[in-house]
């Protein structure tokens, strides 16, 4: 079975723009959760989608959002980007209650 | 507010002994946890995971230990091997509406192997 997949891998971007992430759950997988990474702060969870519903949020900022589509494929989305976004942005997709597996993730630069 | 606190940012063990990786938590509504481990530029694998009713689960050279009176866990990994050198999370979720697809993370340790 193909793992979690994460596009673009690699990403640099300005101050002010915005950006939208891709990740393609694990066939059968309906719940996709998305965590940012930061030296200092780790692993922050973001938000997770099931069934093309957000079902929980993170305490992240609004210019923060995600979807989820009907082939549980999932996109979050960071809107004027801020300096202290640049992370390693990654999505985990489960079947059994959160025993989550994660894709390779997205780096994210903002310059 | 850190739940989840893993206080050893790294461990050194030579090749063939035991490692054990600590975890500690403070939230006693935690009721599932989970090992992660991570290469540089990848995503975290998942590695083994126990339920708050258990208090140890085995799967091939890993064994996680739970004292929930401790809040406390464990990861042990016997023998150690080279290519087990890499940044260890261990992690805690609990059931609810509200906490569905949520992880809490700790801030991992860096578990390197000798040979």
């Known amino acids: 079975k193909a793992g979690v997949t994460q596009t673009p891998r690699y990403l640099i971007k300005t101050r002010g723009q915005q950006v939208t992430l891709s990740c393609s759950p694990i066939s059968g997988h309906r719940s996709v959760s998305w965590y940012q990474q930061t030296p200092g702060q780790g692993l922050q969870f973001l938000f997770e989608y099931f069934s093309e519903t957000q079902r929980n949020k993170g305490n992240f900022p609004g210019r923060f959002s995600g979807r989820q589509f009907s082939n549980s494929r999932s996109e979050m989305n960071v809107s004027t980007l801020e300096l202290g976004d640049s992370a390693l942005y990654l999505c985990?997709?489960?079947?059994?209650?959160?025993?989550?597996?994660f894709g390779p993730g997205t780096r994210l630069t903002v310059l | 507010d850190q739940q989840v606190k893993q206080n050893s940012p790294s461990l050194s063990v030579q090749e063939g002994r035991i490692s054990i990786l600590n975890c500690d938590y403070t939230?006693?509504?935690?009721?599932?946890f989970l090992w992660y481990k991570k290469y540089p530029a990848e995503g975290p694998t998942f590695l083994i995971s126990?339920?708050?009713?258990?208090d140890k689960n085995e799967d091939g050279r890993f064994t996680v230990f739970l004292n929930k009176s401790a809040k406390h866990l464990s990861l042990h990994i016997v023998p150690s091997q080279p290519g087990d050198s890499a940044v260890y999370f261990c992690a805690a979720s609990k059931h609810g509406s509200g906490n569905t697809g949520k992880l809490i993370f700790g801030q991992g340790t860096t578990l390197q192997v000798k040979p």
């Open positions: 985990a997709s489960s079947l059994v209650h959160n025993e989550q597996f």
């Open positions: 939230n006693s509504m935690f009721d599932y």
């Open positions: 126990i339920s708050s009713i258990k």
